[in-house]
Structures are given as C-alpha cells and as structure tokens.
C-alpha cells in the first residue's frame, strides 16, 4: 500500500501524525498541569495546517490527485481539526456534562462536513473536476479556536479559570466558551457557499 503513496500523500499523514501528536500533548498536561501541554498542542494543530496546505497544493502541482490520497485527507482532516480541538479543550477544563455533548457535536459536525464534501466533489466541480465552492466553513477553520485557547492559557484561563466562568444547570455543569465549538459545528454543515481558492 505504501508503494501507492504519492508525495502529497506523506503530506497528510504529516498532518494526521501532528493531530495525534497534540491528542498526547493535551492528555499530559491532564497529568502534570504543565501548561507548556497546551502551547505545544496548538503548535502541533499549526503544524498539521501547514501539512494541510501543502498536501493540496504538492498534489495539485504534480497532478496526482487520487481517491486514495482524498480519503486520506479527510481522516487527517478529522483527527487534527475536529478531534484534537475537542480534547484540548476538555484538557483545558471543559469536562461537563453539556460541554461533553456539544464537544461531540462538534467533531460529528466536522465528520459530516467531510463526508458531504468527497461525496459531493463531483456534484460541485461541474463535472470539470475542479471544485469552486465549499458548502459549509472547511473543517481547519478550527484552528482558530486552537489558537483561542492556546492565548486563554498564555493568560492562565485554563482550569477552574476559563473564560466566561462556569454554569450549573439541572445539576451539570457547562462552560459558556464551549459555545464556540456548537457555532463552529454549525457553520461546518450548513450550506452557505464559500469560495474556494
């Protein structure tokens, strides 16, 4: 199977390896506090940007689009924009109950946006191949919210600290913030046009 990789293909794996690589990040500094955890895994969800960039761009330069390195981006995609957000904020202290649903919420709303995305490829190109439009904010829209929480903990609104405080209700508990990543899931699946570059 590896012999089938094109070079944009070692491109996404790049970014789903930093994804994973800010999945541990976030899971150590729920071991120790250390809030250098959190500066690195919004620096790994860059770097999976950038790999994210490239890939498409190195695939497009050489003219080896496939369906193998398609799919590949999309499971990339899922882990570094819609997984690893969700568990760096749950690390940053966003572990109610609600949060938990919403987080969800959030990684199937990325989950469906790239599936609606390969299945509609053709639909959306024409026929030509070339897609013009997204339906829906593209999936690493996301970072901007990594970022958001790599400057909350620059100020040390992480914890017990968050932004926006913490409301009961019903005896659970939900961080205001959280409603950030319902917006972002929203906006992922709904079908306004952007255009693509």
């Known amino acids: 199977m590896i012999r089938d990789f ?43 940007l950038v790999f994210d960039v490239l890939d498409g761009r190195i695939a497009r330069w050489r003219q080896k689009v496939s369906l193998l390195g398609k799919e590949l981006d999309s499971l990339a995609d899922v882990i570094s924009f819609g ?34 995305y390969n299945v509609m490829t053709e639909e959306m190109s024409g026929g030509s191949g070339k897609v013009t439009h997204f339906e829906g904010t593209p999936i690493p829209t996301s970072f901007a919210i990594v970022l958001m929480l790599g400057i909350a903990a620059y100020f040390g609104a992480v914890g017990e600290n968050l932004w926006l405080g913490v409301w009961k209700f019903a005896g659970f508990t939900i961080h205001p913030l959280v409603l950030v990543y319902a917006i972002s899931g929203s906006l992922m699946i709904n079908r306004i046009r952007i255009p693509k570059p």
């Open 6 to 48: 094109h070079l944009a293909d070692w491109f996404t794996l790049g970014n789903a390896v930093c994804g994973t690589g800010a999945l541990f990040s976030s899971m150590s500094f729920l071991d120790d506090n250390d809030v250098l955890h959190i500066y690195l895994a919004v620096a790994l969800v860059f770097a999976a």
């Open 83 to 116: 997984v690893a957000p969700a568990i760096i904020v749950y690390g940053c202290g966003m572990r109610g109950l609600y949060d938990r649903v919403i987080l969800a919420y959030f990684v199937a709303c990325g989950v469906s946006r790239l599936v609606r």
